[in-house]
């Protein structure tokens, strides 16, 4: 049974930073590429990152690219995601997920085959 679990939520200041952990078990990171999303009550799923971990390949949308780093550890079955500058606006649940290919494009919550149950972030001062 996949289960992946997130972790690293909480509430931070405007400009702090996190760093989110999604820990996987029943899947092995090689065979699958990981995305995080995130999404506000009322609002669609938002694709922010991708990474193959088989040959450390990622993926960011525009949104937060150059402040959130996406990074994988094989040996632990655990990803990363860090979040340097946040702002206000990136309060929401964030996801992990994964799915069997890589994209290097728009990620789609259609293309994901599993999902860990979120953890809240809030950027507030």
């Known amino acids: 049974q996949v289960q992946l679990v997130e972790s690293g939520g909480g509430l931070v200041q405007p400009g702090g930073s996190l760093r989110l952990s999604c820990a996987a078990s029943?899947?092995?990171?090689?065979?699958?590429?990981m995305s995080w999303f995130r999404q506000v009550p009322g609002k669609e799923r938002e694709g922010l990152a991708s990474?193959?971990?088989?040959?450390?390949?990622?993926y960011y949308a525009d949104s937060v690219k150059g402040r959130f780093t996406i990074s994988g550890d094989n040996a632990k079955n655990t990803v990363y995601l860090q979040m340097n500058g946040l702002k206000p606006e990136d309060t929401a649940v964030y996801y992990c997920?994964?799915?069997?290919?890589?994209?290097?494009?728009?990620?789609?919550?259609?293309?994901?085959?599993?999902w860990g149950k979120g953890t809240l972030v809030t950027v507030s001062s």
């Open positions: 997920a994964a799915s069997p290919a890589f994209k290097d494009y728009e990620l789609s919550v259609d293309d994901m085959d599993y």
């Open positions: 029943g899947l092995t990171l090689d065979y699958y590429a």
């Open positions: 990474i193959s971990t088989s040959d450390d390949t990622t």
